[in-house]
């Protein structure tokens, strides 16, 4: 019994030890590990930043519409909900919420077609491309 | 920029340990080492909660390394006035015993990968998981941001998953360390996970330490620091691994409050418990269990004298909730569109077990992420190894605390009004992550030590 007592501390110290080792591995081959490089995060937050200098200081609501919006448009909702998460995160502590019904609007847009889909859904607007699919909307302008 | 945002919180950390010193007065090497960890959580979460007061009480934001260095001084004229101000003499003699050496140096190797992760993470997710973005950043970020306006962080209209009613010892904690720096430095966050998850393993291992052996200790914390789940859940920048820190912080120091018959301790157990709930919202049933919990293993009879000294702890981060709930009207996700008559029905719903069974025997086989079932394993170890019989009856009834815990997680998953095959694909692998480091304790305190089988 001695013998299997050491045995099975050896082992489950050793097999601890083997996991933690993966661990290291999973953590060393993750990519951008170059510090330079920027997380998706903070690529995300480069994109969408932009729109801040378009739009008066005073603006404390951003309406949201993406490919999700689109009729019949084909989207991976993962996806389309970490953008509009994001998007969110890099304009705090403004609001972002969701559709059309706000002055100043966010697009993000990867699908064609979506200007035939505002036109149907906005009686009057401009269109601002910022670039990487993202749209500044500014409804009904003066 | 990672140092400065460690040294920013360095006053929090000294108030901690004096505060864990002023009310336990051991002197041996292993509680010297947990009160340095007690006071991580200790330090943290009282000044997020002093830093909440400012918050309400007077304009802006500063003054949070005042608060910090405020709550020192204080903490060091209690222990002058209490003649505690040293650690006193001690000695303490290195066992060279292989029992004892090989864990110690396994666990050495296990820290220094975990840190190296933790290290690693911090440069690849600096901004955290999903969750961080959508809740617990977004809110510093939010407060930080609005200045004076600070109230207006919990509007409704940021963002549907925001769940306001969250509490803040994360999001303050983080504001002030920006507030301090002047900016939003990235690493801030990342330092506060890395805290917690440290001073978690630490306050394993000390416990463990001082209630059975070194070598038990090691093997307990390398087990600890080498789950994969559990490393990965901590780099997320999110409330689980300072909420799981609390309650092990609690159930430690309720231990070793029925061993040494220690009001003290007891009130810093209700202090940890306090703060698990100023942490995330499932600490509160945490503090409904330990109070249980003093009554059943102090005994009825002395609940005059316990649960006051519990209470006594609480006291400061429930006030501080309270007010939170009262100026951030915020309704609870669980209970909006879940009355009594929802909530009854799915009480008696027999699919509703099935579904939560379902999903529960698999994440209890894959519980951390490890490749081989660690609980498996560790029946298998503790078959082994024996059960060691302890007079202590906190010990032995340990188990209790997780138990409970558990229990109520279930419970919630019955009443959610979410979809329940979301809900439990979503959360449940993070909860029974709250409750394993509680568990691994439960398990170490039973389980003979290297030392007890092999000198047989």
């Given at each position: 019994?001695q013998?299997?007592?050491?045995?099975?501390?050896?082992?489950?110290?050793?097999?601890?030890?083997?996991?933690?080792?993966?661990?290291?591995?999973?953590?060393r081959?993750?990519?951008?590990?170059?510090?330079?490089?920027?997380?998706?995060?903070?690529?995300w937050?480069?994109?969408?930043?932009?729109?801040?200098?378009?739009?008066p200081?005073?603006?404390?609501?951003?309406?949201?519409?993406?490919?999700?919006?689109?009729?019949?448009?084909?989207?991976?909702?993962?996806?389309?909900?970490?953008?509009?998460?994001?998007?969110?995160?890099?304009?705090?502590?403004?609001?972002?919420?969701?559709?059309?019904?706000?002055?100043?609007?966010?697009?993000?847009?990867?699908?064609?077609?979506?200007?035939?889909?505002?036109?149907?859904?906005?009686?009057?607007?401009?269109?601002d491309?910022?670039?990487?699919?993202?749209?500044?909307?500014?409804?009904?302008?003066? | 920029?990672?140092?400065?945002?460690?040294?920013?919180?360095?006053?929090?950390?000294?108030?901690?340990?004096?505060?864990?010193?002023?009310?336990?007065?051991?002197?041996?090497?292993w509680?010297?080492?947990?009160?340095?960890?007690?006071?991580?959580?200790?330090?943290?979460?009282?000044t997020?909660?002093?830093?909440?007061?400012?918050?309400?009480?007077?304009?802006?934001?500063?003054?949070?390394?005042?608060?910090?260095?405020?709550?020192?001084?204080?903490?060091l004229?209690?222990?002058m006035?209490?003649?505690?101000?040293?650690?006193?003499?001690?000695?303490?003699?290195?066992?060279?015993?292989?029992?004892q050496?090989?864990?110690?140096?396994a666990?050495?190797?296990?820290?220094?990968?975990?840190?190296?992760?933790?290290?690693?993470?911090?440069?690849?997710?600096?901004h955290?998981?999903?969750?961080?973005?959508?809740?617990?950043?977004?809110r510093?970020?939010?407060?930080?941001?609005?200045?004076?306006?600070?109230?207006?962080?919990?509007?409704?209209?940021?963002n549907?998953?925001?769940?306001?009613?969250?509490?803040?010892?994360?999001p303050?904690?983080?504001?002030?360390?920006?507030?301090?720096?002047?900016?939003?430095?990235?690493?801030?966050?990342?330092?506060?996970?890395?805290?917690?998850?440290?001073?978690?393993?630490?306050?394993?291992?000390?416990?463990?330490?001082?209630?059975?052996?070194?070598?038990?200790?090691?093997?307990?914390?390398?087990?600890?620091?080498?789950?994969?789940?559990?490393?990965l859940?901590?780099?997320?920048?999110?409330?689980?691994?300072?909420?799981?820190?609390?309650?092990?912080?609690s159930?430690?120091?309720?231990i070793?409050?029925?061993?040494?018959?220690?009001?003290?301790l007891?009130?810093?157990?209700?202090?940890?418990?306090?703060?698990?709930?100023?942490?995330?919202?499932?600490?509160?049933?945490?503090?409904l269990?330990?109070a249980?919990?003093?009554?059943?293993?102090?005994?009825?009879?002395?609940?005059?004298?316990?649960?006051?000294?519990?209470?006594?702890?609480?006291?400061?981060?429930?006030?501080?909730?309270?007010?939170?709930?009262?100026?951030?009207?915020?309704?609870?996700?669980?209970?909006?569109?879940n009355g009594?008559?929802?909530?009854?029905?799915?009480l008696?719903?027999p699919s509703?077990?099935?579904?939560?069974?379902?999903?529960?025997?698999?994440?209890?086989?894959?519980?951390g992420e490890?490749?081989?079932?660690?609980?498996?394993?560790?029946?298998?170890?503790?078959?082994?190894?024996?059960?060691?019989?302890?007079?202590?009856?906190?010990?032995?009834?340990?188990?209790?605390?997780?138990?409970?815990?558990?229990?109520?997680y279930?419970?919630?998953?019955?009443?959610?009004?979410?979809?329940?095959?979301?809900?439990?694909?979503y959360?449940?692998?993070?909860?029974?992550?709250?409750?394993?480091?509680?568990?691994?304790?439960?398990?170490?305190?039973?389980?003979?030590?290297?030392?007890?089988?092999?000198?047989?």
């Amino acid at each position: 019994m001695q013998r299997l007592r050491i045995i099975a501390m050896i082992g489950l110290i050793g097999f601890s030890l083997f996991v933690a080792i993966n661990n290291g591995m999973a953590a060393r081959s993750r990519p951008q590990q170059n510090p330079a490089s920027d997380d998706a995060v903070s690529k995300w937050e480069k994109r969408i930043k932009p729109v801040l200098k378009r739009v008066p200081d005073n603006t404390e609501i951003f309406g949201y519409v993406a490919d999700w919006d689109l009729p019949n448009a084909q989207y991976n909702l993962v996806d389309q909900e970490t953008e509009y998460t994001l998007t969110q995160y890099a304009l705090a502590p403004r609001a972002v919420q969701p559709g059309l019904d706000h002055e100043w609007i966010i697009g993000n847009f990867t699908k064609p077609g979506f200007e035939d889909w505002l036109d149907q859904n906005l009686p009057a607007y401009e269109v601002d491309e910022i670039g990487f699919g993202i749209y500044l909307i500014h409804r009904n302008p003066q | 920029m990672i140092l400065q945002s460690f040294a920013v919180f360095g006053f929090a950390l000294l108030a901690g340990i004096g505060l864990i010193h002023l009310f336990w007065e051991n002197n041996d090497p292993w509680a010297i080492l947990l009160k340095f960890f007690l006071g991580i959580g200790a330090g943290l979460g009282i000044t997020s909660c002093l830093y909440f007061l400012r918050l309400l009480l007077f304009p802006g934001q500063g003054g949070f390394i005042l608060i910090q260095a405020g709550l020192l001084g204080c903490i060091l004229v209690a222990l002058m006035v209490r003649k505690r101000l040293s650690f006193g003499k001690f000695s303490y003699r290195v066992n060279t015993s292989l029992v004892q050496i090989l864990p110690g140096l396994a666990l050495i190797a296990v820290l220094a990968v975990a840190m190296y992760y933790s290290i690693a993470f911090a440069r690849i997710a600096p901004h955290g998981d999903y969750d961080a973005q959508a809740i617990w950043n977004l809110r510093a970020r939010s407060i930080y941001r609005l200045g004076d306006a600070w109230e207006q962080a919990f509007s409704p209209l940021i963002n549907r998953n925001f769940h306001m009613d969250y509490p803040l010892l994360i999001p303050l904690s983080v504001v002030g360390g920006w507030n301090t720096l002047g900016s939003e430095v990235l690493r801030v966050p990342s330092v506060i996970s890395i805290l917690f998850l440290f001073g978690m393993a630490g306050i394993m291992f000390a416990g463990i330490a001082g209630l059975r052996s070194g070598s038990q200790a090691s093997i307990a914390t390398l087990i600890l620091l080498a789950t994969p789940g559990l490393l990965l859940i901590s780099t997320f920048q999110t409330a689980d691994i300072p909420l799981t820190y609390f309650f092990l912080a609690s159930a430690t120091l309720f231990i070793l409050a029925s061993n040494q018959n220690s009001r003290g301790l007891l009130c810093l157990s209700g202090l940890m418990a306090g703060m698990a709930a100023w942490t995330k919202n499932e600490g509160l049933p945490f503090i409904l269990i330990m109070a249980v919990c003093t009554m059943v293993i102090f005994g009825v009879r002395r609940v005059r004298d316990t649960l006051p000294a519990l209470l006594a702890g609480l006291a400061f981060p429930l006030v501080t909730i309270v007010l939170f709930k009262i100026n951030i009207s915020a309704s609870n996700d669980l209970f909006t569109n879940n009355g009594l008559q929802e909530i009854a029905s799915k009480l008696f719903d027999p699919s509703r077990y099935l579904q939560i069974a379902n999903h529960l025997l698999p994440e209890l086989i894959r519980l951390g992420e490890w490749p081989i079932s660690i609980i498996v394993l560790l029946l298998i170890y503790g078959w082994i190894m024996g059960a060691r019989k302890s007079s202590s009856a906190a010990e032995r009834l340990s188990w209790l605390i997780p138990a409970s815990q558990f229990i109520i997680y279930m419970f919630i998953y019955l009443i959610t009004p979410y979809d329940l095959e979301w809900h439990t694909s979503y959360s449940m692998s993070r909860l029974l992550i709250h409750i394993f480091p509680l568990s691994l304790l439960s398990f170490f305190l039973f389980v003979n030590t290297p030392e007890t089988v092999l000198n047989k």
